[in-house]
DNA sequence: AGTCACCGTCGAAGCGATTCGAATCGACTC
DNA sequence: GAGTCGATTCGAATCGCTTCGACGGTGACT
């Protein structure tokens, strides 16, 4: 292994001027740097991660710490996970990944030894057992996800209220007035898991406000799940004429659901969803969307930590951050059907049908 | 912080044995130990990472690097993560995130400077322009997946070989006599990524051995493109009574697909997926298929490259390791229906029926 | 011409562990 | 009773880099 003190003997100088060619933290003539610039491109140089770490107490190491369970959101987890890599390695960090498993010690274990000098935390629970930890030795740490006290915390996510909301408006704005919402597992509320309890109340403050009736059911993914949800949907509220999906694996079976119970989307029914881009347009029905916006979640992550670590005289990175959702109408939300007039059979409650289809699809 | 240092003071003994404490690399006395452990606890000491990778020349830290590229498998890679994450903590290595952006300098990078011991390597091309890297400067290396030149490289991988052979065997057992198979996106094939190509010619080869018709159709994701390629196999072949899947993006809409078209599943075909045991559990219908088993994946090719790592005189741990896949009966499987008579209008070619059901699901 | 800054570079002192040879202390052998 | 051996523990060197104070030289200013 090529050591700075082979570079430095390579090209005539001593070690520490190597250094500061390196680091740029003192004036180096224009024609030494040169030099030596040289030489580490000749020699193939590599500074040590260890001794720098030692020498200079920062290791240039981010740690990452995705939840263990990877039941809920896991694409947009990685996508997540992905965009606080690369946007690390702009910034000249690396990114340690820590799950969920080991809890609260995983962070005073990888922050108490040197080896990471900040941590972003995802999948934040209202009542978070990590918080603690970063509150007390705090090292600094952003949290992708919002907790039910953020004081003296750094946060940044989507503003999922906002984003409720926002597919009521779009709904009411076409003249929906009985929504259905089909929510994550139960298991996620019970967990308190932020961004679900956040969706929530902003759906419910905007029915509230523009005389919409509002109907929300938690859901476990898979086709059986949603089959059972949406019958005592339709049962409770027969005239339910738009669905609001937080849920991604609910996603296709809701839509394979009503199109064998033969209401049309968006003709009979309109459906929004809050998921990925990616997952809302690929649907059977590209679905009218609010995305979550993984890249700059956690390019955003990344920035704010970044800035505190290099200047930590503006001690103000703390605080939160809400990203403001934005709704991408696709084809799935349209107004209500007509109400019913004679000749005209479906309109809350479609007819009833042969279930059989005949020639192959596309043809 | 606390440093080695201050342990031995306050233990009252010298660094070097706090340090053979904490290797056991030489033996020490039963009560010198116990003071030293009590000091340790106490004044809550935790090694210095970049010191001790320093002295010791093991940073105990193993790079993984995940494709940029997140539109494929996704919910696999995320969960193999995990599972190098978590089986790395076990030998009490931490993991290192690389993105495949960097490309192989990223290796070099984090190689050379000893930042990591070692890497792992998933969603590997049959060409990969990494591998070079590896088998010149080679840090020990693990590739999850296989290329085309296996030698002188530490591969693990589901054998998808066999695994194409096991759903056409079971496909055939139940009396099948013409499958389609619905690929990866045809960028896939393009990619010349590995499990793709071995899987078809596991396929193709058992069908060649069992008198099986067999279709292959490359597929992108998404209800469309899917509608469009069904359409087409059923042109081309309307006897087809069984599908073989391996795109998750593919399977909802492919059963959404031919629910709509009046084909029952499974009684009029057979669908057998090879995709993550959720995804398959939670489909519409719960598909017979073969798991990639993530975890399993993970954890082999941590434990390899530990072995590999912690006793370097056995140089045997390259080579290729093919996990054995297993096929999991679910609904979606069963015989052909029986030929055409009288009175059964429905055999390859269903009925064509009204497109509209009734009533409520599930009521 | 002498002094003062200042620029560019060097030397040396750490950073906090690991590791190897050597020292210490009883017990035991001859 | 001196020498030896084994079990423990200590001291010092070392890993490769950063950083701070110091030093020589040049140009400016008086």
Redesign the interface.
Known sequence: ?VTLAEVARHAGVSASTVSYVLSGKRPISDPTRRRVRASIEQL?Y?????????AS?R?R?IA?M?P?R?DMY??V???I??AV??AA?AHGY??????G??GPSAL???T????AEAVILMDVQLDDERLPVLRAAGPPAVLVGLPADPAGLSCVDLDFTAAGALCVEHLAGLGHREIAVIGEAPGVYARHTGFAERTLRGLRDRAAGSGVRLLHRPCE???DAV??V???I??ERPGVGAFVVQNE?AI??L???L????RAVPEDVSVVAVCADQIA?????PLTSVAIPAQELGRRAVDRLVEGLTRPDAEDTSGVELLTPALTVRDSSGPPPPPARPGNPRSA???????????????
Chains 1, 2 share one sequence.
């Not at 479609?350 to 043809?363: D, I, M, Y």
């Open positions: 292994m193939g590599q500074p040590h991660a260890g001794a720098r770490a030692l107490s290791s190491i990452l995705v263990l990877t896991v694409p987890m990685l996508e996970a992905v890599a690369t390695r690396d990114v340690l990944l820590l799950t498993e080991e005073r274990r990888v108490g030894s040197g080896l993914g898979g086709h089959a059972g949406l019958a005592r339709f049962d694996t296709e079976p839509l394979a659901l199109r064998r119970t033969g347009a690929q649907a059977s029905v409650a479609p007819p009833h049908g042969a279930r059989a289809g005949s020639h192959p699809p596309g043809s």
